[in-house]
């Protein structure tokens, strides 16, 4: 399931530092998959990673509001 930077935003910030450490445990099980030669949907590490992608963004552009606001 791809999650849009939208429905990210709305999370609040203890569940996105979750949901990051759930994809990126998902992906290690992935990868680990990838290589045993077991993995039936490869195209699902691509869709873990561009998750993991958009909630670093969405936490980087909050950190960037935050630092404007001190300004």
């Known amino acids: 399931m791809s999650l849009s930077a939208d429905e990210i935003r709305k999370m609040s910030p203890e569940e996105r530092k979750k949901l990051l450490n759930d ?3 998902e992906l290690i099980k992935l990868r680990t998959q990838a290589f045993l030669g077991t993995l039936t949907n490869v195209g699902r590490i691509r869709v873990v990673r ?3 992608a ?3 963004t969405v936490l980087r552009e909050e950190e960037l509001k935050v630092k404007q606001g001190k300004k």
């Open 23 to 25: 994809l990126r445990i």
């Open 54 to 56: 958009r909630i670093l």
């Open 50 to 52: 561009k998750n993991i």
